[in-house]
């Protein structure tokens, strides 16, 4: 299983993959886009964020792809905002076309749209997480219209996934493993990503609420306000799949994926060097209770590993 | 405009049949609640939630659809993306349903590309794409995108292939701007617009679900439940005069003053949800 990692560095290129980093993702900006489309119009789901997630413009991209691929890694270049219109589906062709040209080694897509244009251009197709596989149905539906890799959603259990990696063969598949994780579905979710506010999550858990409550009791009352609680001051503030990894390594999951484009190269390092210690460990263990028993907790276990409530699949410990 | 009056009793059949109404005494009121003078169309199942879709009580479903037959109202199937560890038993669950398809439950209304083709293949009955699939941004705390006019993006080439290859009479849009237009929608598709509230985003891990689990076991993603959001509603103050709501797995705000463009008739599909109607209402702030 290899370790997919954000780059949004070039400076820590060497050090991401001395950390263990075998496949990069990448995002770019274009002006042109913009000014066509709009300051709205995103190419990637993070567009809104500006330079700290993109920091790139097409062109550096190409000259990354050939950077990245001289050192004998993977990069994929990502175009997953939620929809796109005719137009902008247009466009990103041109994309792609030169993205081809540049012997890029896939594109992650969030729509079937793009899936048809970049198998018709004969480049390998990831699904993102965005197109929300969460069946088998789902996974065929994408698999058949020409899709080599998919993202699992992070919102399915590990037996789940192994269902779909047995019943949908002929398919990558990736999952998610580190920093991120989301209250709601990547799938669905179609607040803006973007400076001047936080996600619609971090909306939410800061605003005032009132809970209207049916047939009201005390203890009722207690139990929901706890939950809410819980839900919008504890629930993945960090997030980690460290203990999942032996069952990944079974099932010969293709990628492990590092999120957050926007954070920190020392933390993205970090990670890394965890996911790729634990990946060895698991390599050498016969089971998984064996993998839990050796595996290294995150850094930051003292408070990740309470609960269940910082895990991406928290049925492996709880 | 002619507006086509529907309503969506998806995801709150059970909050709606608390009180121990007739089905024909809730489909009344909320029409009214509506405004309108008669309910051509009722929406059941759930667009958000598995577990809802699963649990639906097959006594009341029938019930439903038996008093609609009664009313002469047509019901639309809603169908709701199904995680993978449902999936088989949703689909012995339709199963039970299809003898229901030859009656006035005359369409369904799917949510992903899985069970379109699924659908599509085994069923013949009217097929609709779901609010799911229109992923337009919709997000109010951007007045610079909120008030413009949206020409929906799904209008593509590829939708007019898939409507043929798929069969697709209907979609399903929501309340997302200032304005919608839809003169660019394809060719003899019927066009459905949820109101009163546009939903912005959905997990698989629904805060109710967990409210009775112990801590180790919470926020797990489509866990079974005991259906507490039929009687929890949370409403969010984001300080923009506007009503946020979490119902169900769902986050909705209100948009009734978005107007519809480009298409001469649609469905109107009201969502008759409303938390003042609780039984020994306790409100707590924070």
Redesign the interface.
């Given at each position: 299983m290899k370790i997919l990692v954000p780059l949004n560095n070039m400076e820590h290129i060497d050090d991401y993959i001395a950390a263990g980093a075998g496949e990069f993702y990448i995002g770019f900006y274009d002006e042109e886009w913009t000014s066509r489309f709009g300051?709205?119009a995103d190419i990637n789901r993070m567009s809104g964020f500006k330079e700290n997630a993109n920091p790139f413009s097409l062109e550096e991209v190409i000259e990354i792809i050939n950077t990245v691929k001289n050192k004998g890694m993977l990069i994929y270049v990502t175009f997953n905002s939620?929809?796109?219109?005719?137009e902008?589906?247009g466009e990103i062709k041109k994309y792609f076309i030169a993205l081809k040209e540049a012997d890029v080694d896939g594109v992650i897509v969030s729509?079937?749209?793009l899936v048809?244009i970049a198998d018709k251009l004969e480049l390998s197709v990831i699904v993102s997480t965005i197109s929300?596989v969460?069946?088998?149905?789902?996974?065929?539906?994408?698999r058949n219209k020409g899709t080599n890799r998919i993202i699992i959603?992070r919102?399915?259990?590990v037996?789940?996934?192994e269902?779909?990696v047995k019943e949908v063969p002929d398919v990558e598949y990736e999952v998610f493993m580190m920093r991120n994780g989301?209250?709601?579905?990547d799938?669905?979710?179609?607040?803006?990503h973007?400076n001047?506010?936080c996600s619609?999550?971090g909306?939410?858990i800061s605003?005032?609420?009132?809970?209207?409550?049916?047939?009201?009791n005390f203890k009722k009352?207690h139990?929901?306000?706890l939950?809410?609680l819980?839900?919008t001051k504890s629930?993945?503030e960090y997030a980690c799949g460290l203990c999942s990894i032996y069952r990944f390594v079974k099932m010969n999951i293709t990628a492990c994926k590092i999120v957050g484009r926007t954070d920190e190269w020392k933390n993205i390092c970090n990670d890394i060097r965890y996911v790729k210690q634990n990946l060895e460990i698991a390599e050498s263990c016969k089971s998984q209770e064996e993998y839990l028993e050796r595996m290294q907790l995150p850094e930051e276990s003292r408070l990740m590993c309470k609960?269940?409530?910082s895990c991406y699949y928290?049925?492996m410990r709880? | 405009m002619e507006q086509i009056s529907c309503l969506n009793f998806c995801d709150i059949m059970n909050y709606l049949n608390q009180e121990e109404e007739t089905i024909e005494a809730i489909i009344k009121k909320t029409a009214k609640k509506a405004g309108f003078e008669h309910v051509e169309r009722i929406y059941i199942g759930s667009y958000f939630c598995a577990q809802y879709f699963l649990h639906m009580d097959d006594i009341l479903f029938d019930d439903i659809v038996t008093q609609a037959k009664n009313m002469k109202i047509q019901v639309t199937l809603v169908i709701p993306v199904i995680p993978q560890k449902d999936l088989n038993t949703v689909l012995k669950k339709l199963e039970g349903y299809s003898e229901y398809f030859e009656d006035c439950l005359d369409e369904i209304t799917v949510n992903d590309y899985g069970m379109l083709a699924y659908i599509h293949e085994n069923y013949e009955v009217r097929l609709n794409m779901g609010r799911l699939f229109m992923k337009d941004y919709r997000d109010p705390r951007y007045p610079a995108y909120f008030k413009t006019v949206l020409k929906p993006k799904i209008f593509t080439k590829y939708l007019i292939r898939l409507i043929e290859q798929y069969q697709i009479d209907g979609m399903e849009f929501e309340l997302t701007h200032v304005s919608i237009n839809f003169e660019n929608k394809p060719k003899g598709i019927v066009i459905g617009v949820h109101t009163p509230f546009c939903y912005m985003t959905v997990g698989q891990i629904c805060e109710y679900a967990s409210i009775n689990k112990q801590i180790e076991k919470k926020f797990r993603p489509n866990q079974s439940c005991a259906k507490e959001c039929q009687e929890t509603i949370i409403r969010y103050d984001m300080q923009d005069g506007r009503e946020w709501i979490r119902v169900g797995r769902a986050i909705y705000f209100d948009n009734r003053d978005c107007e519809i463009e480009g298409v001469s008739k649609y469905r109107e599909i009201y969502f008759p949800v409303e938390w003042e109607g609780f039984i020994n209402e306790d409100i707590s702030s924070t």
């Open positions: 300051d709205f939620s929809i796109y219109s005719e902008q589906l729509c079937i749209e048809e929300g969460y069946n088998t149905q789902i996974a065929k539906f994408y959603p919102d399915l259990s037996d789940e996934i269902t779909i989301c209250m709601f579905s799938a669905n979710c179609l607040g803006m973007r001047e506010s619609i999550c909306s939410l605003a005032d609420s009132q809970i209207h409550i049916k047939d009201n009352r139990n929901i306000e939950n809410d819980i839900y629930f993945h609960l269940g409530l928290p049925e709880f | -």
